[in-house]
Antibody, heavy 120, light 107 residues
Framework: QVLLQESGPGPVKPSETLSLTCTVS????????WSWIRQPPGKGLEWIGY???????NYNPSLKSRVTISVDTSKNQFSLNLNSVTAADTAIYYC??????????????WGQGTLVTVSS | DIQMTQSPSFVSAFVGDRVTITCRAN??????LAWYQQKPGKAPKLLIY???NLQSGVPSRFSGSGSGTDFTLTISSLQPEDFATYYC?????????FGGGTKVEIK
């Protein structure tokens, strides 16, 4: 059973870079595609982007200029960097496995999520 | 981007009620739709993929239907553990997008 766990340094100041890591356990990161999704407090879900184990990426155009997702197969981890953050980037950030099937792409399982607050 | 619109945004229902949630895409997505359940303080949980395929372990009182632009999630007999927020997600085009959510609350 694949489990995902987000980790990060905590609050971020405006204009700085948000950095999070997702650790995959119970399975190999080489087997799937991996995504980041965020949810502002009390609001809906926004897909940020995905990465494959080989490093191919696809980002949401709304964030593309500020986002980098990377993978470290030796640690079974993938990471999110979001630069030039503002208060609008305050959200719960989830990592998730992107499942590909006959009916497209969906997310399962998800990490528990980590709240990142952007504040001076 | 494909926009997903859910209705209603809020449902108040009794235990045992039949509840139907609608999700509409602004362009055709065939049957490429997933549904998630999110309880307070928890991550979303996959319920249904491919419009009508139940994820392993999901109770059979949940069902999905639709095609093209209009989709429904039905809970045939609402149970106490079903009170949550439900999201649809189009699984067809990048960027993958979600509906705004439907919160199901106890009446």
């Amino acid at each position: 059973q694949v489990l995902l766990q987000e980790s990060g340094p905590g609050p971020v100041k405006p204009s700085e870079t948000l950095s999070l890591t997702c650790t995959v356990s119970g399975g190999s990161i080489r087997a799937y595609f991996w995504s980041w999704i965020r949810q502002p407090p009390g609001k809906g879900l926004e897909w940020i982007g995905y990465i494959s184990y080989s490093g191919s990426t696809n980002y949401n155009p709304s964030l593309k200029s500020r986002v980098t997702i990377s993978v470290d197969t030796s640690k079974n981890q993938f990471s999110l960097n979001l630069n030039s953050v503002t208060a609008a980037d305050t959200a719960i950030y989830y990592c998730a496995n992107r499942v590909d099937g006959d009916y497209g792409h969906w997310f399962d399982p998800w990490g528990q999520g980590t709240l990142v607050t952007v504040s001076s | 981007d494909i926009q997903m619109t859910q209705s209603p945004s809020f449902v108040s229902a009794f235990v045992g009620d039949r509840v139907t949630i609608t999700c509409r895409a602004n362009q055709g997505i065939s049957r490429w739709l997933a549904w998630y359940q999110q309880k307070p303080g928890k991550a979303p949980k996959l319920l249904i993929y491919g419009t009508s395929n139940l994820q392993s372990g999901v109770p059979s009182r949940f069902s999905g239907s639709g095609s093209g632009t209009d989709f429904t999630l039905t809970i045939s007999s609402l149970q106490p553990e079903d009170f949550a927020t439900y999201y649809c997600q189009q699984a067809n085009n990048f960027p993958l997008t979600f509906g705004g959510g439907t919160k199901v609350e106890i009446k």
